[in-house]
């Protein structure tokens, strides 16, 4: 079992920035890799970013590439996404998840666990 807890959402204006933190425990943190969802009000569940247990290669959905980073401290337990020049269509929850793949798949299905999700709320 891993547990994952979210961090760091709020509301921002357009334009602004915002770093999330997923800090995990349990079973061993460089067993997984990483992604970020988001799932906005009536909508499905979205790949947004994924990363692998090194950290060395990483994936993004086409209309975050160039704003939002994905990374991970591995002896903190910790993946976190920096997302800047932030826009109101970013407005959903957020959350990250593990999976024992490689963290490139954009498919929810593929992720073994989750956290609870934290709220990014972008106004215009």
């Known amino acids: 079992q891993v547990q994952l807890v979210e961090s760091g959402g709020g509301l921002v204006q357009a334009g602004g920035s915002l770093r999330l933190s997923c800090s995990a425990s349990?079973?061993?943190?460089?067993?997984?890799?990483m992604g970020w969802f988001r799932q906005g009000p009536g909508k499905e569940r979205d790949f947004v970013a994924g990363?692998?247990?090194?950290?060395?290669?990483?994936y993004y959905r086409s209309s975050v590439k160039g704003r939002f980073t994905i990374s991970r401290a591995n002896a903190k337990n910790t993946v976190y996404l920096q997302m800047n020049s932030l826009k109101p269509e970013d407005t959903a929850v957020y959350f990250c998840?593990?999976?024992?793949?490689?963290?490139?798949?954009?498919?929810?299905?593929?992720?073994?666990?989750w956290g609870q999700g934290t709220q990014v709320t972008v106004s215009s």
């Open positions: 998840a593990a999976t024992v793949g490689d963290g490139s798949s954009p498919n929810w299905e593929n992720y073994h666990y």
């Open positions: 349990g079973r061993t943190f460089t067993a997984y890799g």
């Open positions: 990363i692998t247990w090194s950290g060395d290669d990483t």
